[in-house]
C-alpha cells in the first residue's frame, strides 16, 4: 500500500490569516498581503522574530533598537522567505547599523488588534529588509482564526491512513500551538521555512516512499507545488490570486474541506 502525506502551509491554508504592514518610511498601515508587498518590492527579505509578540514585544523599551532588543533578550530570528540571496549572519551584522526601533513593532500590532481583536493562532512579528537599500522597510504583525472545517479535514485523513503535516514560514511555537488545536503532532511540523524548504520537505518525503500532496495558496509554495505528486491552491483566504499561480497547480479548491472529495 503506497504511504501518502500530505504537507499544508498555514496562512490562508488552514487559517484566516490577518496582518499589517506598517511604513517604516510613512506609517502608513497597508492593506496588502506580505507576499505582494515582497513580489513588488523585489531584493528583500522577509524575517520573523522566534517571539510571542504580546509577552514580548509589547512589553519592550519602544526607543530600543531591533538589534539591541535582539540581543538583550536573545531572540533568535530566521528568514521565512526571500528575493535576495543574503544570508542569515550577513543579515544580523547589517542589523547593527539600522535605527528601527521596537516602537514600529509595536504601533503595527495596536493597529492590528483595534482592526481583528487578539489573534492568538500564529501571532507574531516580523519585518521586510530591503537588501538593495540596507533597511529595514516595513514591520509586520499577523495573527489568524482557524477556519471552521480544519481540524475536521485533520481528522479525517488521519483515519483515512493520511500523515499530514505543515510547513510554513511562522515561528515553531505558535505553530505548535496550532498543532495541538487540530490534532497534528510536535513531530509533523516544520517551522520557519521558506520556498526552498518547502520544497525539499516534499522531495525528502517523496525519497522515503510517500506519495505527496502539497496544499497552499501563495508564491512561495510553488516549488512546493511543482515538486509534489499532486498540487492543490486553496482560495478560502478570499484575497487575490496571481493568475499565473493559478497554472502552477493541478487542482484549486475554494473551501480546505473539498479537498477531502480529491481522488489521492
Known amino acids: 500500500m503506497t504511504k501518502k502525506a500530505i504537507v499544508f502551509d498555514v496562512s490562508g491554508t488552514l487559517i484566516k490569516r490577518y496582518g ?93 488588534t483595534k482592526e481583528y481583536g487578539s489573534l492568538e ?8 529588509y530591503n537588501t538593495k537599500e540596507n533597511r529595514i522597510q516595513y514591520t509586520i504583525t499577523a495573527g489568524g482564526k482557524i477556519f471552521q472545517n480544519t481540524s475536521k479535514v485533520i481528522d479525517t485523513l488521519n483515519k483515512r491512513g493520511i500523515n499530514s503535516f505543515i510547513a510554513s514560514g511562522d515561528r515553531i511555537n505558535s505553530l505548535y500551538d496550532l498543532g495541538q488545536k487540530i490534532n497534528i ?23 522515503k516512499g510517500f506519495k505527496v500532496m502539497m496544499v497552499g495558496n501563495g508564491s512561495n509554495d510553488v516549488l512546493a507545488f511543482k515538486k509534489s505528486d499532486l498540487s492543490v491552491l486553496t482560495t478560502e483566504q478570499g484575497e487575490f490570486i496571481r493568475k499565473d499561480l493559478f497554472n502552477e497547480v493541478d487542482v484549486v479548491v475554494d473551501h480546505i474541506i473539498d479537498i477531502l472529495d480529491i481522488d489521492f
Open 185 to 207: 503532532p510536535k513531530a509533523n511540523i516544520f517551522d520557519t521555512v521558506n520556498e526552498y524548504g518547502k520544497e525539499k520537505i516534499v522531495e525528502d518525503f517523496q525519497l
Open 20 to 112: 499589517n504592514i506598517l511604513s517604516v518610511d510613512t506609517g502608513e498601515n497597508l492593506k496588502k498581503s506580505t507576499l505582494d508587498v515582497i513580489d513588488e518590492l523585489g531584493h528583500v527579505v522577509l524575517v520573523v522574530l522566534q517571539t510571542n509578540t504580546k509577552k514580548t514585544v509589547m512589553e519592550a523599551n519602544p526607543n530600543e533598537t531591533l538589534y539591541d532588543f535582539l540581543n538583550n533578550k536573545d531572540i533568535a530570528i530566521n528568514i521565512s522567505y526571500s528575493s535576495s540571496n543574503i544570508g542569515l549572519d550577513d543579515l544580523i551584522a547589517k542589523l547593527k547599523c539600522d535605527k528601527v526601533t521596537l516602537s514600529y513593532f509595536q504601533e503595527s500590532a495596536k493597529y492590528l
Open 121 to 128: 493562532i500564529c501571532s507574531g512579528s516580523a519585518f521586510i
